[in-house]
């Protein structure tokens, strides 16, 4: 079964920056779209980017301008660079992947928390 594994949380202050890694736990994996949903407490989990093989990027309006999501090199690994965080940004930060024939792949998640 395979894994997602992300790093790259923490804490920083607002108007700082953190960058967001994920990649499969396994050799072998492909994926046709790639991602990041987060959800704060009380919340619902929300998208905030997705990334497709070919380079076709999505994002949250409340992120647009401020993220940057991209893929690496293999294909399989990628990342979410934060720049000029928010308080309101704090949640747990899940990686997410799609294989269009054996389903959707989540990520354990990461805690990103922004202090005012």
């Known amino acids: 079964q395979v894994q997602l594994v992300e790093s790259g949380g923490g804490l920083v202050q607002a108007g700082g920056s953190l960058r967001l890694s994920c990649a499969p736990s396994?050799?072998?994996?492909?994926?046709?779209?790639m991602g990041w949903y987060r959800q704060a407490p009380g919340k619902q989990r929300e998208l905030v980017a997705t990334?497709?093989?070919?380079?076709?990027?999505n994002y949250a309006d409340s992120v647009k301008g401020r993220f940057t999501i991209s893929r690496g090199d293999a294909k399989n690994t990628v990342y979410l660079q934060m720049n000029s965080l928010k308080p309101e940004d704090t949640a747990v930060f899940y990686c997410?992947?799609?294989?269009?024939?054996?389903?959707?792949?989540w990520g354990q998640g990461t805690q990103v928390t922004v202090s005012s």
């Open positions: 990334i497709t093989r070919s380079g076709s990027t």
């Open positions: 396994g050799s072998g994996f492909s994926s046709n779209v």
């Open positions: 997410y992947a799609r294989n269009f024939y054996t389903g959707d792949y």
